[in-house]
């Protein structure tokens, strides 16, 4: 994460807690349990899932030679979030909080007449002195590309009544994620409405795991209107360490290479890997019933570093040179959500 992305959330949240005025504060204040859910329809951010680059090649002097990266373009899905926790009326508490998300979405086309597609996933296959499942002319590709990620937090903290509006609160805790991204389908020499569509086929797959467990620290500011309105605004910073592995893999499936030709695999299997989790959101509360009842709406942030690296990225020789297809420090989580909330 870079430290222009760390400053603005930082900024925000100091905004947020220079910004309190007169109102009363809303915190229920018994002893007792509380169950928070989350329903946050979610965006990955910054994959940077190469597919395939096309490079017209037809191209001749004086005219421009186009070429085109192929990524996978995601949409929203629903994540969930369920915290439940048991507070005391002196203001401390302690909670386990569970976040998961998994989507899956599909890439297909072929390249266009007159162009070479240089293939995003799956190890160059070298035999007898040549390269093979690198390119095709024009064509195609088939991918389905799936991400799961899933948190489990424990933490204890306390809050703190600044006043009759404004409410701070501070948690420690202990933290493990684990990130699974998967690619798979196939490539093939030509284009779908060649009449050997299907003599040169790769099918190709490339996976990246990860699990960490480390620390956590995070603060939320709550600024109270009156009796039934609110809004809070939290960041939190994990700190983690675990392993990773990735993998990736081409085999030849056509009419006419699958048993002419070897298959490829690679494997990269990293124990002292760390990662970082900055997560970031604002809500706005309406409060019922004397507070036993919250419901919300608000946006959700959340930046995974380190534990989402691609170890296994394809290296293609574009016109003699080894390039990488893929280079990214970290994938987000964003989007808007809405929630409910009872304290028992």
Not at 137 to 145: A, K, L
Not at 274 to 279: A, C, E, H, P, Y
Request: a negative charge; hydrophobic letters at 40%.
């Amino acid at each position: 994460m870079t430290f222009r992305r760390l400053g603005t959330l930082t900024a925000v949240a100091i905004v947020l807690a220079a910004s309190a005025g007169p109102a009363s504060a809303q915190h229920y204040e018994e002893d007792g349990f509380f169950l928070f859910l989350d329903a946050i329809f979610t965006t990955p951010q910054n994959t940077d899932q190469v597919i395939a680059v096309t490079v017209d090649t037809d191209a001749g002097p004086g005219q421009v030679q186009s070429q085109q990266v192929i990524v996978t373009d995601w949409s929203s899905d629903p994540a969930g979030k369920l915290q439940l926790g048991y507070r005391w009326a002196s203001g401390s508490m302690v909670s386990l909080t569970y976040w998961g998300f998994d989507s899956d979405q599909r890439t297909v086309g072929d390249g266009a007449a007159g162009s070479t597609m240089y293939f995003g996933i799956g190890p160059t296959i070298f035999y007898d002195g040549a390269y093979y499942g690198t390119y095709g002319v024009p064509g195609h590709f088939d991918i389905v590309s799936d991400i799961e990620a899933t948190s489990l937090e424990i933490e204890a903290g306390k809050k703190h009544a600044l006043n009759d509006a404004f409410l701070l609160e501070w948690a420690v805790g202990v933290r493990w994620a684990d990130f699974s991204e998967t690619q798979s389908g196939f490539y093939d020499f030509d284009d779908s409405s060649y009449p050997f569509f299907g003599d040169y086929r790769y099918a190709v797959a490339k996976s990246n795991d990860s699990s960490m467990t480390g620390m956590e620290v995070g603060g939320r500011a709550t600024y109270a209107f009156g009796e039934m309105l609110s809004v809070d605004s939290g960041l939190a910073f994990s700190f983690l360490e675990g392993d990773v592995d990735s993998r990736s893999s081409n085999v030849p499936i056509g009419a006419l290479n699958a048993t002419a030709l070897p298959s490829a695999s690679v494997s990269v299997k990293d124990n002292d890997r760390s990662g970082t989790i900055v997560d970031f959101d604002f809500n706005v509360v309406i409060h019922l019933a004397d507070d036993r009842y919250r419901v919300w709406l608000g946006y959700e942030y959340s930046d995974w570093e380190g534990l989402t690296v691609d170890l296994a990225r394809k290296q293609a020789a574009l016109f003699g040179r080894q390039t990488s297809f893929e280079v990214r420090d970290g994938i987000a989580f964003s989007g808007f959500k809405v929630g409910v909330g009872f304290l028992f």
